[in-house]
């Protein structure tokens, strides 16, 4: 069953489903500055588009683009600046 979730007055949209080994959201976030929380770790992979996200533990913001990924461990939050339209693929274990 495929779930619409809607963040930060809609700048953020994903559709989630439970695969057959791992749950999954595919969205979309609109150039922004957003905070996440994690309940499960987390896999995130840049499909399209530019964000800076800065890590637990990090001090700083890196720069994720296609093709790039990330991981947070379950339990924290991180935040990301969204250059521009930016396409994403989580799985969360």
């Not at 953020?12 to 080994?21: T, W």
């Not at 979309?28 to 800076?52: C, H, N, P």
């Not at 994720?64 to 274990?93: I, P, W």
Request: hydrophobic fraction near 40%; charge should be negative.
């Amino acid at each position: 069953m495929l779930k619409v979730n809607a963040y930060f007055d809609d700048q953020v949209l994903s559709i989630a489903y439970q695969g057959e080994s791992l749950a999954t959201t595919v969205g979309v976030m609109e150039a922004g500055d957003y905070t996440f929380s994690t309940s499960q770790y987390e896999r995130m992979t840049i499909i399209d588009g530019e964000l800076w996200a800065k890590l637990p533990g990090q001090d700083e913001f890196k720069p994720y683009t296609h093709g790039d990924q990330f991981e947070v461990v379950a339990n924290a939050s991180f935040d990301v600046k969204v250059m521009r339209a930016t396409a994403y693929l989580c799985t969360y274990e």
